[in-house]
T-cell receptor, first 118, second 115 residues
Framework: DGGITQSPKYLFRKEGQNVTLSCEQNLNHDAMYWYRQDPGQGLRLIYYSQIVNDFQKGDIAEGYSVSREKKESFPLTVTSAQKNPTAFYLC?????????????????FGEGSRLTVL | AQKVTQAQTEISVVEKEDVTLDCVYETRDTTYYLFWYKQPPSGELVFLIRRNSFDEQNEISGRYSWNFQKSTSSFNFTITASQVVDSAVYFCVHQGGQGAQKLVFGQGTRLTINP
């Protein structure tokens, strides 16, 4: 089945360590996104990529890094510079372009990765 | 700047009751889209509906209906005859005219349907 796969589902990290969250999609979507979700809050955009080898900072990029070497993959690294990394991280993908016609503009989400810093 | 407000943090109803989730937005865009997403306990967000700013026609899909009123900047979501499977967090989302990177999420409403 087509979809987005995130791993690991749960991750524990000690302070000062970098961790990498995996996101793979087989929907043939050009655009991919990383969001952070904190309790009682909406999603906030960390990074997004519209094409291989290119990505842009979102609203809360500090302390995070990404790469987009393949269309299917968009891993997120949470670095030790991120002051408050404990959160739920969601990866998403979409077709490029504005919503309209057959393009609903919807994002397809993975099931998320919950990162806890000990 | 765009802003989406879902004033109801949590709603709890008994099964078969009707329930309305409120969404109010602020925008300077003349063209924009509004979405509702459902986040079940499994974690992934599921797309429910998209509305563009030029289409104020209400929509019904089974037990779900949406009321878009541009005059009050609201895009409310009603579930009729609620079921336990409707329990989830629901997000109202605004997308500006520059693509998905301009998505603004509301804080979400946690809906609990009790048997």
């Amino acid at each position: 089945d087509g979809g987005i796969t995130q791993s690991p589902k749960y991750l524990f990290r000690k302070e000062g360590q970098n961790v990498t969250l995996s996101c793979e999609q087989n929907l043939n979507h050009d655009a991919m996104y990383w969001y952070r979700q904190d309790p009682g809050q909406g999603l906030r955009l960390i990074y997004y990529s519209q094409i291989v080898n290119d990505f842009q900072k979102g609203d809360i990029a500090e302390g995070y890094s990404v790469s987009r070497e393949k269309k299917e993959s968009f891993p997120l690294t949470v670095t030790s510079a991120q002051k408050n990394p404990t959160a739920f991280y969601l990866c998403a993908s979409s077709k490029l372009g504005l919503a309209g016609g057959t393009n609903t503009g919807e994002l397809f989400f993975g099931e998320g990765s919950r990162l806890t810093v000990l | 700047a765009q802003k989406v407000t879902q004033a109801q943090t949590e709603i709890s109803v008994v099964e078969k009751e009707d329930v309305t989730l409120d969404c109010v937005y602020e925008t300077r865009d003349t063209t924009y889209y509004l979405f509702w997403y459902k986040q079940p306990p499994s974690g992934e967000l599921v797309f429910l509906i998209r509305r563009n700013s030029f289409d104020e026609q209400n929509e019904i899909s089974g037990r779900y209906s949406w009321n878009f009123q541009k005059s009050t900047s609201s895009f409310n979501f009603t579930i009729t005859a609620s079921q336990v499977v409707d329990s989830a967090v629901y997000f109202c989302v605004h997308q500006g005219g520059q693509g998905a990177q301009k998505l603004v999420f509301g804080q979400g409403t946690r809906l609990t349907i009790n048997p």
